[in-house]
């Protein structure tokens, strides 16, 4: 059954439209969530600014009135919550066309919503969903992942250089309360150069009740809102082949450490800025989406920053994704995982993995629940984190050991000796041994299974590719 709040909402969009349009009616419901969330706040002393507009706007005094006088009582209502996060855009001009009491199914939905944050969630799924370009948000399933692959504890500080919505500050967030409880709750940091996505990410973390502090709008890459800090987990889903990114002279620059990325694509832009914004203190590490292309690409100027990222160890594990899992993005991706240490220690695990990288292999693990959407299945999840901490040796898990056509472990020397490819489904077939004449047999029955495998394959990939498809 659906949640009561996802209904409501999709009941409040249907009666409003054609009266305003979806993105609006959209955005004025995360408003009016963020203002009666300002209005409720049990740390008031006084009668609030938000409690008066939020009273108002119940007790339809501005339903004789245009929308737009209805809107400017919500954001005056909202002008202290601005002073301490961020501006909030304006909607556009044209809801002075737009009766007051057009707006009142989108506020009884905010006023009976049971749980403002879960009313939140369903508009940044409808957000999603509605979504052109290249903007959107990461879904759960992913920010899911990665907060599993992290494993962010109390106390320590989270940083997201492209923050978007806030999904990944709140799921490292939820992760640490769940495994470690209130006390000492990450130290939130998110940045965005997208005033919207900005202020989507700020009224996300108000209405979960999850303190942060957010910079911008602007670009971590050139313009970094916290220079001097360093962070124990560093996490983001940049846009993918970005163009144009560097507006700043080729100089010394504290996070080109293994060279200067080029100015028609910021893939190894972003990988560098995680590695230079994890603390060089155990146990600085980090987790970065790219598409495939990144882990094979021979151009120079990339290959030469990813061979720095190998070489100076930094890199511990490679993991190939299936395509479908992010909107608008029809390929497969990869999610680059970095640590400033690889040695047996708490709590990376028992295993010394220095001077080794892991490759999984998860292409073929998404399940499709609707017309070109993927996700990754809980069992899909648990296998990666769990092959991932049996990698590194952590508590309670079962020895490491290869797996063909799911995962592998190389040494440096054989990485370079294939020209720094960390492509995973390039690199984790079963291995063929050398044999004797006496063992032909055996060596036909391995390329054999071997072959089974690439067809298999094969099947997923053209499957990927007729759903992908049957959304033109």
Sequence with gaps: ????????????????????????????????????????????????????????????????????DVVSEVVRGLWEWQARHVELRDLPPDLTDVRGADLEPLVRCVSTAPDLAALFEDCLEHVQRSAKGGDYYTPADLTGLVAGLMEPRQGESVYDPACGSGGFLLKADEYARARDGQAGDPALYGQDSNRAALETAAINLAVHDVPGVLHGPASSLTEGGFPDLTFDVVLANPPFNQTAWSQQARGIHPDWRYGFPPAGNANFAWAQHVVGRMSPKEPGRGALLLPTGAASTTRSAELQIRAGLVEDDALSCVIELPAGLLPHVRNPVTLWLFNSSKKDRIPWGSSDRSGHTLLIDASGTAVKVARGRRVLPDDARNRITTTFASWRGAQDQEPYEDVPSWCRSLAIEEIAAQEYDVLPSRRVGAPVAETGHGDDRERVGDLTQELYGLFDRSHRLEAELRDLLDQW
């Design 1 to 68: 059954m659906e949640k009561a709040s996802k209904v409501s909402l999709w009941r409040a969009l249907e009666a409003v439209r054609g009266a305003l349009t979806q993105p609006d009616a959209v955005h004025f419901v995360m408003l009016l969530a963020l203002l009666r969330h300002e209005a409720e706040r049990d740390d008031l002393m006084e009668r609030s600014q938000a409690e008066h507009a939020w009273s108002g706007v119940l007790g339809r005094g501005l339903w004789t009135r245009d929308g737009r």
